[in-house]
């Protein structure tokens, strides 16, 4: 079977929601937070807690008002309309908050899709009306500091030997799960380190972009469940039984 997992903030949303969302309402100090993670000083745990200090006091209908102005790729449904009528299932993998990526996903009438991801708490300053962040972290990797919830543990628990992985990703999160996959759909940030660290992929732009590389290599049957263009990356398959 052909698993596909996917990124949220930057792949199916035009812009990175948590980064976007953190500086509303933090401040631009949360730029400096970003950098020291991504730099290794602090894990991603930290750098959440501490952008979620900044950010203080939270008008619930001010970050609603927020979270709803944020839009997706157009594409997508269209590319989950695919993908069902294939028989492909489809996972969204985040290292964001629950809060903001089931709103989305709710606003843009996309249900019946599993979601893991970090959990946006909040705690009540009044009523409902004013919250401070709260974060949790249910799928954090110990060993790991690169994300608070590992893509790659998703990945692997979700995926059985026979299955074909697929992973569709743009950011630093998604460095540690293109390793992993067979199939790598990449743009941005996750398309450079694929060309420095040797990974194959295929670069999109679009879920137009994935929906038209995936018919291409899934058009020849070579029996019920397997096409001949979807095949496992010898790469890949070591280090999956590596771990």
């Not at 990175?16 to 991603?44: K, N, P, T």
């Not at 194959?200 to 972009?209: A, G, H, K, L, Q």
Request: glycine share 8%; aromatic share 12%.
């Amino acid at each position: 079977m052909v698993k596909i997992f996917i990124d949220f903030d930057g792949t199916i949303t035009q812009q990175d929601v948590g980064d976007a969302m953190f500086e509303r309402f933090g401040g631009i100090q949360c730029r400096d937070i970003i950098s020291q993670y991504r730099d290794g000083l602090i894990s991603a745990v930290e750098c959440f807690h501490r952008e979620s200090a900044l950010c203080g006091m939270v008008n619930r209908g001010e970050l609603d008002g927020f979270i709803d102005s944020c839009e997706i790729d157009r594409t997508f449904v269209e590319f989950l309309s695919v993908c069902h009528q294939r028989n492909f299932e489809c996972y969204i993998l985040s290292d964001g908050m629950d809060y903001y990526i089931k709103r989305i996903l709710a606003n843009n009438g996309i249900r019946d899709i599993s979601c893991y991801s970090n959990i946006l708490g909040f705690d009540t300053v009044d009523g409902n009306h004013t919250v401070r962040f709260a974060p949790s972290f249910p799928y954090r990797d110990e060993v790991c500091e690169r994300c608070a919830s590992c893509k790659r543990n998703h990945m692997l628990t979700l995926s059985g030997d026979d299955d074909i992985i697929v992973y569709i990703g743009e950011g630093y999160s998604d460095r540690c799960p293109a390793q992993y996959a067979d199939v790598v759909f990449a743009k941005d940030e996750l398309l450079h380190y694929c060309r420095e660290g040797n990974i194959s992929f295929y670069e999109y732009r679009t879920f137009i972009d994935v929906i038209q590389r995936l018919e291409k290599m899934s058009g020849i049957k070579q029996s019920r469940d397997k096409f001949v263009g979807l095949h496992k990356r010898r790469r890949a398959e070591l280090e999956r039984r590596g771990v």
